[in-house]
Structure formats: structure tokens, C-alpha cells
């Protein structure tokens, strides 16, 4: 509700001044002129005040439908402003005027409730209006928009679909470049592709320029031009005109009269691989909805090399892959080592020839028998821990060793790689590599049974030696000494120069017996064969603490127990060559010994304090280094079937880890 504009401009305003100023005029002209009129006059029973004041209704009424609602309200303010004095002061019937003059302005209120009421459905209607006048217009809009889509979508499709019937990238851009040309109705079409290893754009294709043309505009360097810009940026470009454009780099451009130009990226997967470009020799403004249409098209083209270009990668896969499976098939087939599969329950399913070797059956007929046939309890519960550990992903050291018989009972011995055999993800089966090593481990276990015989030899020799100089050399040595003593006793007449030189001899003899007393303990110390390894061991350690000057400590844990002669022997040189490389080579202060006994294992552990050394990539590699008493020792470690670590670094010392089994050598000594 607001008050009109410049009212007083219109001429209906000074209508109603007027009106207003003529009824108040003949509503006082008593007042104003007494006895000049008749007083009174009455029509159809209204007296003429009553009609006077009624005809305030005729200015609301005109106000209202001329000027609207607040004009109105002024002039009932105005009309009751006029009416209450003459009603309270110049009236004898007071009650009747003021009951008249309410009712004229309840009359013209009611007037302005319905012009309002009536201004609120006319403002709704014409709300309504425009609404339903705009979701016309809007409907319109979209109805266009949607036949707009639906060329486009066919468009597209129909593009798509020429685009997908090719696979081959050369097809595809030659089909792509007749479609845009038939779509959007331009001269000129380029269609470079980028070359990610030079960083450069290849023209792959053109429509509308002369083969020297396209020459001069093959290889763009990303970056280069309008083409080179829109690959590096990925943007859309629009070139009102190329001829005359300052970022033109080739000037086939300008002698092809090419003046508007549009390019767009072609992307696949959110990169770009090229570029597709429309010009016109005319002019030509491209329109919003043709430069989506062509950036969709573009879209469409980088998909269909892309699947072309999977394709033929796909394609040389399979080839790759058929040559690898025949390849595979054939280093399967005529492997040295045995190749089978079976199921989960140990049906045979496939193998290669040289199963024959280990199971005694041509591959036809070893093909659906069981596993369980070529082995007994013990083996058979190994292999079913196997596939236990297998089939819960649990770590397991492999190749591991397991023994088969063949179908005329004959036992071989396997190394055995298995691998569980999935499909989606669910297990199916098992597959074997193994190579018989059966004449390895006799061969093994030969030369574990020479070199016993050799070492027991060697120590018979010692100790027959050791033997000899305690009982013969030493004796003889002792004798002598005792006999220069009584020499020199007896012959009193002796210079004394003669005195010194007998009596330095026989401190050379006392020490040379000393020499030869203690050679022959580390030939063959007899607290070996009389007390056993432990005391050998105490006995060791505290001659080489005195001997060398190093603190060594000797620690012994679990219930100690005696072991076969040939078995304490062998650990007793083990620990006696490790703390004889301790004082000649570690320059070492510290040494510890710990002896481990448990029940079915031996462990001895000796460390030291020393200069250490760069270890070598295997054992074997010791002797070529010079270190042939680790070497000894690892043969040693050997011979009782146990294992020995070495961990060594410069300046952080020497620890030799070993564990021997106990029982074992006890086999391997009655083993040839």
C-alpha cells in the first residue's frame, strides 16, 4: 500500500477538493450564513444533514477506485473531521448526528477492507498470472531444450555408434573427421594426437587443407599454438580470427584463409591425448551449444582410441600370453623336476613326465590316484601339516624335505616347493615342484660317515701321540731333568760358569716338558674321556683365560647331560677351534660361553668382544678368505647334523650360534 505519485498532478485530485469543499460548504451554510437558506428540507425521509454527510460516501467511494487505499483513509479521516464539529455543535439532535456520522465512516472503512480484500485477489490473481506465464515460458524453454538434447543425444549416438564399430585408431579418427564435418558443417577439421615419450602432436588427421598444408602443420610441440596451448591447458579455445592472431605460429594457417578457428581437448580419463580443431575460410560465430557438442564429440573420439588402443594392447597380451602358456606348457612338460596337481583331498589331477621318476607310474595311469599311496604315516602327516599351514596363510620354510615310495615300495627322498591353487579366491587344489634328491642325500650321508671315520681316526692319532709323549717323551724329558739335578749335586767340583750352563739347560728341559704336557692336552685331553664334555669345557676355558689374557665366562643353563664319546669330542674341537680364533684373530678382551641343554637339542654360543669382519655371502665362501677354522667348525657342525650361525660386523665383535640334535648322530655314526 503506498500513496500515488504526484497526486496533486492529477486532475481527479482537485475533483475531490472540490466535491469536499462544496459538501462541507452546504453542510455549514447555517453556520456560515444563518437565515439565508431554508433550514430544513427532507427527502424519502432523510433530512438534508443526513444527505450531506451521505454524500462524503461519494468522494470515499470516487477516492477509493481513483487513487487506492491510503487516499481513501485521508479523506474519511478528512470527511470525519468535518462532520464531528457540526454534529457535536450545530445539531439539536446530537445522538442522531454522531450515530450518522459513525455509520458514514464504518460505511467508507468497509469500503477500504473490500477495495483491500479485493486488491490482495487482485495482486494473487495477477501473481498467479505471471507464474503460470513464466512455468509456460519455462516449459517452452525446456520442451526446446529437450529436442535440442534429443538432436544432440542422436547426434551422438549416431557418432558413437560409427565410433564403435571400429577398433582400429586409424579407422577411428577417419570416421570421426567425416562426422564432425557432416555435424558441424565446417571447412577445415585437425585432429592431432599427442606423443607422450617427445612431448610432441602428431596431425593424425585433416579434412578441407592440401597435403603441404598439413605437412607444415604436423609436429606442434605442446604448448605451440592454438592446438599446442589447448593440449597443455586442457581449456576449450576459441579464435575469433587465426590468420590475424598473434599466437599463430604456422602460416599454412593464414594461405588457407582459415579466420575462425574452435578447439577442443580430447580426454580420456581426465588427460589429455590430443586435440580436436574446426575452422571456417568465412565468418562464423560457434554457439555455446556447438562448442559442448563439439567437446562431446571430441569426448567420444579420445573413448574410442582409447578402447582401440586397449585393444590392441589387450591383443598383443593374448598373444604374449598364448606364447607364454605354450612356452609354459612345453617347460611344464619336459621339466627336470616332477610337476603334479591335485585336490584337496588328494586326487592326482595333472603332472609332467617326470613324475614317472618318483612314483613308478606313466603319467596316464598316476593321473586320478590318490596322493596317499606313495607315502607312509610319517610322511603323510608332514604333508597334511603342510596343507594345513598352507591353507591358513601360515609362514613355512620351503623347499621342504619329504620322503615317497614308489609303487614298487622303493623310497625316494624330495626336495618339495607347494603352492596352493586358488579360484576366486577359494581353494582348489595343491601344486608340487620336487626334485629327487635321494642319491644327494646318500651321497650326503656317505661323506657324513667318511668324514666320521676320518675324525675318528684323526683323534686316535692324536690321542695315540698325545698318549706317547705323556708316557715316553715326557718321562724321557723328566728323566733327563732329574738327572742333570743329580749331576750337578754329585760334582762339586764344578766352575760355576759350568753350574749356570747346566742348570739353563735344565730350565730349557722343565720348559719343554711344560710345552709338551700341554701340546699333548690339546692333542687329547684326558678330562675329555674321563669326566665328559662340561668339565672339558670348564677346564678349556680356564686354560685359555690364563693362556690369552681374556676375560672369558662360561654359563651353562638346563639339566646337564652325558652324550655319546664321539658326539662330546666333536663339540668339545668345536669350542676349543672358536676360542683359539678368539685369541689369535679377535683382539678381544671379553668372551662368553653358554652351553644349553634341553632335551631333544644342544645349543653353544660363544661371543666375544673383538674387531669382527665383513662375513662372506655363504659358508662356503669362509675358506677363500682364509678363515678355515670357521670352515672346520661348520664341518664339524655338519657331521652331528646340526646348524651353525655366524653374525659378525667390524668393530662389534664375532657370535657363532650353534644347535646340534640329540639322538641323531648316534644314526648318522651306523649310516654308510
Known amino acids: 500500500m503506498r500513496f500515488p505519485y504526484k497526486i496533486w498532478s492529477r486532475y481527479h485530485f482537485w475533483i475531490i477538493i472540490a466535491l469536499f469543499g462544496v459538501i462541507t460548504l452546504f453542510l455549514y451554510r447555517d453556520v456560515i450564513w444563518p437565515g439565508g437558506f431554508k433550514s430544513d428540507f427532507f427527502l424519502f425521509n432523510l433530512s438534508r444533514h443526513t444527505i450531506e454527510r ?35 455543535l450545530f445539531t439539536t439532535n446530537h445522538s ?45 524453454a525446456r520442451i526446446r531444450e529437450a529436442r535440442a538434447n534429443a538432436r544432440r543425444l542422436a547426434t551422438l549416438n549416431t557418432i558413437s555408434n560409427a565410433l564403435s564399430q571400429y577398433l582400429e585408431p586409424a579407422k577411428v579418427i577417419e570416421t570421426a573427421v567425416e562426422m564432425v564435418g557432416e555435424v558441424m558443417e565446417v571447412e577445415v577439421i585437425l585432429v592431432y594426437t599427442i606423443e607422450p615419450r617427445q612431448n610432441d602432436m602428431i596431425l593424425t588427421a585433416y579434412e578441407g587443407i592440401s597435403s603441404e598444408s598439413a605437412a607444415e602443420l604436423d609436429h606442434v610441440k605442446i604448448g605451440e599454438g592454438f592446438n599446442g596451448e ?5 581449456e576449450v579455445m576459441l579464435v575469433p580470427d587465426a590468420s590475424s592472431d598473434p599466437r599463430l605460429t604456422r602460416s599454412a594457417v593464414v594461405r588457407n584463409k582459415i579466420h575462425p578457428m574452435l578447439i577442443v581437448p580430447m580426454k580420456s580419463k581426465g588427460e589429455v591425448i590430443g586435440t580436436l580443431c574446426v575452422g ?19 569426448g567420444q573420439i579420445a573413448s574410442a582410441l582409447t578402447n ?70 610319517e610322511t ?19 623347499p621342504y624335505e619329504q620322503h615317497t615310495l614308489t609303487k614298487d615300495g622303493v623310497k625316494r627322498t624330495l626336495t618339495i616347493t607347494t603352492i ?42 692324536r690321542k695315540r701321540i698325545s698318549r706317547e709323549l705323556h708316557d715316553d717323551t715326557a718321562q724321557a724329558l723328566f728323566a733327563i731333568s732329574r738327572q742333570m739335578d743329580n749331576f750337578i749335586r754329585d760334582n762339586v767340583g764344578l766352575s760355576q760358569q759350568q753350574r749356570i750352563a747346566l742348570q739353563d739347560i735344565r730350565q730349557r728341559i722343565g720348559v719343554t716338558l711344560q710345552g709338551i704336557r700341554r701340546f699333548s692336552q690339546d692333542l687329547r685331553p684326558s678330562i675329555i674321556d674321563d669326566l665328559g664334555l662340561l668339565p672339558a669345557v670348564q677346564w678349556l676355558v680356564k686354560q685359555k683365560a690364563e693362556d690369552s689374557g681374556i676375560d672369558i665366562a662360561l654359563k651353562i643353563s638346563g639339566k646337564e647331560q652325558r652324550l655319546l664319546p664321539d658326539m662330546e669330542l666333536i663339540l668339545f674341537r668345536i669350542v676349543q677351534e672358536a676360542l683359539n680364533n678368539i685369541g689369535k684373530h679377535a683382539s678381544a678382551t671379553r668372551a662368553d660361553v653358554n652351553l644349553g641343554f634341553a632335551d631333544s637339542q644342544l645349543t653353544v654360543a660363544i661371543k666375544d668382544n673383538g674387531k669382527g669382519f665383513d662375513l662372506p655371502d655363504t659358508v662356503g665362501d669362509l675358506s677363500n678368505s682364509g678363515k678355515l677354522g670357521l670352515v672346520g667348525m661348520n664341518e664339524r657342525v655338519s657331521l652331528l647334523g646340526g646348524t651353525l650361525v655366524i653374525q659378525s660386523k667390524p668393530g662389534r665383535g664375532t657370535m657363532v650360534d650353534i644347535s646340534v640334535p640329540l639322538g641323531i648322530y648316534n644314526g648318522l655314526v651306523g649310516q654308510r
Open 380 to 398: 603323510l602327516k608332514l604333508g597334511r601339516e603342510v596343507a594345513r599351514k598352507l591353507l591358513r596363510g601360515e609362514p613355512f620354510t620351503q
Open 308 to 377: 582401440a588402443k586397449l585393444y590392441a594392447e589387450a591383443r598383443e597380451i593374448a598373444d604374449q600370453l598364448y606364447k607364454s602358456a605354450r612356452d609354459y606348457r612345453n617347460l611344464f612338460e619336459n621339466a627336470h623336476d616332477a610337476i603334479w596337481f591335485h585336490d584337496l583331498d588328494g586326487k592326482i589331477l595333472a603332472g609332467n613326465r617326470a613324475t614317472l621318476m618318483i612314483s613308478g607310474y606313466p603319467l596316464d595311469k598316476l593321473v586320478g590316484r590318490n596322493i596317499k599311496e606313495f607315502m607312509d604315516e
Open 54 to 88: 451521505n454524500l462524503y460516501l461519494l468522494i470515499v467511494l470516487y477516492t477509493g477506485f481513483v487513487f487506492g487505499i491510503l487516499p481513501t483513509l485521508i479523506v474519511i479521516g478528512a470527511s470525519l473531521a468535518a462532520m464531528l464539529p457540526q454534529a457535536l
Open 96 to 140: 442522531d448526528a454522531l450515530l450518522e456520522v459513525v455509520l458514514v465512516t464504518i460505511a467508507g472503512l468497509v469500503f477500504v477492507y473490500w477495495m483491500h480484500i479485493k486488491e490482495d485477489d487482485d495482486r494473487r490473481y495477477k501473481k498467479a498470472v505471471t507464474a503460470l506465464e513464466n512455468t509456460q515460458e519455462q516449459l517452452q
Open 280 to 298: 571456417m575460410r568465412r565468418p562464423r560465430t560457434f554457439l555455446p551449444d556447438e562448442i559442448d557438442l563439439l567437446s562431446t564429440i571430441a
Open 230 to 234: 589447448v593440449a597443455a591447458t586442457g
Open 420 to 461: 596352493l591353487m586358488t579360484v576366486d579366491d577359494k581353494p582348489v587344489g595343491f601344486q608340487h615342484i620336487a626334485r629327487d634328491v635321494s642319491e644327494e642325500r646318500r651321497m650326503q650321508n656317505n661323506l657324513r660317515y667318511y668324514l666320521n671315520q676320518i675324525t675318528r681316526a684323526q683323534e686316535e692319532e
